[in-house]
């Protein structure tokens, strides 16, 4: 069982900078793959990044790249997304999510949320 916590959101304006982490439990955290999620209101979940075990990582929606960093701590067992130079379409709820192996299909353990709003 993984539990997760995420942190690290709130309000900044656009052009600011947040870095959002993700404290996980459990002893194999770091043979985890870690994806960042986000949800805006009246939208369908979005895939942000995703990294794995050895440090691998991908990018989903092409307004991210160059943006959005997703890095991880597997002796602190936090993964962190660092966001630059926001944008108020970058607002939503963004979800910390894990899954045993990056060939799994689907992502069995998810956090509770934490909330970007970025402001204009």
């Known amino acids: 069982q993984v539990q997760l916590v995420e942190s690290g959101g709130g309000l900044v304006q656009a052009g600011g900078s947040l870095r959002l982490s993700c404290a996980a439990s459990?002893?194999?955290?770091?043979?985890?793959?870690m994806a960042w999620f986000r949800q805006a209101p009246g939208k369908e979940r979005e895939f942000v990044a995703r990294?794995?075990?050895?440090?691998?990582?991908?990018y989903g929606a092409n307004s991210v790249k160059g943006r959005f960093t997703i890095s991880r701590d597997n002796a602190k067992n936090t993964v962190y997304l660092q966001m630059n130079s926001l944008k108020p379409e970058d607002t939503a709820v963004y979800y910390c999510?894990?899954?045993?192996?990056?060939?799994?299909?689907?992502?069995?353990?998810w956090g509770q949320g934490t909330q970007v709003t970025v402001s204009s």
């Open positions: 999510a894990a899954k045993p192996t990056v060939s799994a299909s689907s992502y069995p353990y």
């Open positions: 990294i794995n075990w050895s440090g691998d990582t991908i």
């Open positions: 459990g002893r194999t955290f770091s043979t985890y793959a």
